[in-house]
């Protein structure tokens, strides 16, 4: 069994900042990406960043220059800063992750439940 748990999600000002946490725990061997994605009201789920385990980040054109996502291998954490945040910012963000579990040797892919973000004008 494999859990991720979302933090950090919240209300906040256009121009604000706000740092989301995930972490993973469980029986876990291998993690590979972890990532974030977001999906606002009434559209769909869309990739926000994802960090390989080679470190080769990945943003979406949207959030280039005001996200940066970092993890913690020691403590199976995936981190979001956000700043200089926007209006059309908000949404439920979603960390996603591509591990491999204690006993098998193939990646398997998880979703955490969702840490809501508000942007207010």
């Known amino acids: 069994q494999v859990q991720l748990v979302e933090s950090g999600g919240g209300l906040v000002q256009a121009g604000g900042s706000l740092r989301l946490s995930c972490a993973a725990s469980?029986?876990?061997?291998?993690?590979?990406?972890m990532g974030w994605y977001r999906q606002a009201p009434g559209k769909q789920r869309e990739l926000v960043a994802v960090?390989?385990?080679?470190?080769?980040?990945n943003y979406a054109d949207s959030v280039k220059g005001r996200f940066t996502i970092s993890r913690d291998n020691a403590k199976n954490t995936v981190y979001l800063q956000m700043n200089s945040l926007k209006p059309e910012d908000t949404a439920v963000y979603y960390c996603?992750?591509?591990?491999?579990?204690?006993?098998?040797?193939?990646?398997?892919?998880?979703w955490g439940k969702g840490t809501l973000v508000t942007v207010s004008s």
């Open positions: 996603n992750t591509n591990l491999v579990t204690i006993g098998n040797y193939y990646n398997m892919n998880y």
């Open positions: 469980g029986s876990i061997k291998r993690i590979n990406d």
């Open positions: 960090l390989p385990s080679d470190g080769n980040t």
